[in-house]
């Protein structure tokens, strides 16, 4: 394996300046499912039924931004850029050096970072499974926790006993854009920036950084490297799940990488695992153009401007509804909507669930439904769209945004938007005709018993069957410091 000499320089940000008040209006943040680590902040560890409201009394009285949960730790940003954590602390998740306690059970400041403590507006928050990333209004990445595969980004130690307890930069080069987007998978992390740049970092085990430079030893990257083969494709979403990622092109279309083991890039004849990006065999209605992609821990979804869901990969929970004979899918296939009151405007993919938001306020789940994280008062997997119990809302009507889950967590957090909703619109294969709500589903339990499903199949490594040029020679690993000049030997 070639050796690379690589310097980190002192580099300078440029900042931009991110107004609160040109956001839009959010409503309260709501939680429900699995809360053994007292995530949902209700004073307890039982679990959460249906969504209650998270006071934000706990987050200095304002509502919340962004928010996000690890396997055992939660992180979030308010409106005016303070930054809170909670939980467990045994990898430093809560990024207060000050505190010495392994757990806590309510939101405590972030030591340096976080107009709470005098630094910067933290804009956005995602938390891996034990560690946090948050993107200041500055643009500057910051993390903190277990530093297991290098998922802290800043090039240093990356065995499993690893970790900080004070936040550390995850700086990217002004060469590569100002980050409008932080994203974490189980061991994985990534940014994409205005210049459409996308990096990734952390494990790549099973692909999911989407990284090739001619071998399949990279299996730990401790710092940013650009996705392979992407050119000059423009993206519109990127998301992460467990450990495959989706990315949504600004001319419509699907790219996936990865972990395949399940099916969830949707291409057929690919290995268990993709390092490169490879276009999800999909094409929308004459018309008709994709609006949104969302992985999950192993199935993935997108969501059509006509407000048709399309889903693939594994269905061992019914995380694709009905899918035929209840099996994983290799491709894309169009879930039943005939329960579903509205159109379906937002999709979010959870670890082993799917969400799904009507533009008539209806919020819905169905598959896996342990810790009641389908929020509906049931542990029974759902192989139809169960409504999510809204009664903890002022305003039930009001929209709902699910936010994702990094395919791994099992506690949800949702934000309500105030909104003055359109006239109903019938969805796809809606009914009645009417326009009146359906009926709730009710289905048969259990349904046709589930098999596990393997879909293999072996592409050339030399080449992207789905027309994506693999670059000749290593791309260089490009590791930046704004703290002090370094050089760094190694082979990697």
Not at 349 to 373: K, V
Request: proline share 6%; with cysteine.
């Amino acid at each position: 394996m070639a050796s690379y000499w690589f310097k980190l320089s002192l580099v300078v940000l440029t900042l931009c300046i991110v107004h609160v008040n040109a956001r839009p209006s959010l409503g309260p943040t709501l939680s429900w499912g699995d809360n053994s680590n007292g995530l949902l902040l209700t004073g307890d560890s039982s679990m959460q039924q249906i969504p209650v409201i998270m006071a934000n009394s706990s987050f200095g009285g304002y509502n919340l931004w962004s928010i996000s949960a690890g396997q055992s730790h939660g992180a979030a940003a308010n409106e005016i850029g303070e930054l809170f954590t909670w939980g467990s602390n045994i990898y430093g998740q809560l990024g207060n050096h000050s505190i010495s306690a392994t757990f806590s059970w309510s939101p405590i400041s972030v030591s340096a970072i976080g107009t709470a403590s005098g630094g910067e507006s933290i804009v956005q928050v995602a938390c891996s499974q034990n560690s946090v990333l948050a993107r200041a209004a500055s643009g500057f990445l910051w993390s903190w926790g277990s530093n297991f595969r290098g998922i802290l980004g800043n090039g240093t130690a990356v065995s499993v006993s690893s970790f900080t307890d004070i936040p550390v930069w995850t700086v990217v080069g002004t060469a590569h854009g100002n980050p409008t987007w932080i994203g974490c998978g189980q061991v994985f992390c990534g940014t994409l920036t205005d210049l459409n740049v996308l990096l990734t970092w952390g494990s790549n085990e099973n692909g999911q950084l989407g990284y090739y430079s001619g071998s399949f030893t990279y299996v730990t990257i401790p710092a940013p490297v650009n996705v392979t083969g992407l050119g000059v494709r423009h993206f519109t979403t990127v998301s992460f799940g467990g450990k495959h990622a989706l990315a949504l092109t600004n001319d419509s279309r699907v790219m996936a990488w990865g972990d395949n083991s399940d099916s969830q890039l949707g291409v057929l004849g690919l290995l268990s695992y993709v390092y490169w990006p490879v276009f999800v065999n999909f094409s929308a209605a004459s018309g008709d153009f994709v609006i949104q992609v969302s992985a999950g821990s192993a199935h993935s979804l997108l969501l059509t401007n006509a407000g048709l869901i399309y889903g693939w990969g594994l269905c061992q929970f019914y995380q694709l509804m009905d899918a035929p004979a209840f099996t994983n899918q290799q491709l894309p296939w169009a879930l039943p909507l005939s329960y579903f009151w509205g159109k379906v405007t937002s999709i979010t993919a959870y670890t082993d669930s799917s969400f799904a938001t009507s533009d008539h306020g209806r919020f819905y789940g169905w598959g896996y439904a342990a810790s009641y994280i389908l929020g509906s008062n049931t542990t029974n997997n759902s192989y139809g769209p169960l409504k999510v119990n809204m009664t903890a809302v002022p305003s039930p009507d009001d929209l709902v945004y699910s936010f994702p889950s990094s395919g791994f967590a099992t506690t949800a957090f949702a934000v309500t938007v105030p909104t003055t909703l359109p006239p109903f619109i019938l969805a796809p294969s809606a009914s009645p005709a009417s326009g009146a709500e359906p009926p709730p589903f009710a289905g048969q339990w259990p349904p046709t018993p589930l098999a596990p499903s393997f879909y293999g199949g072996i592409p050339a490594h030399t080449s992207d069957a789905q027309g994506l040029a693999l670059p000749q020679s290593a791309q260089t690993v490009i590791l930046l410091s704004s703290l002090a000049t370094l050089t760094v030997f190694g082979t990697w």
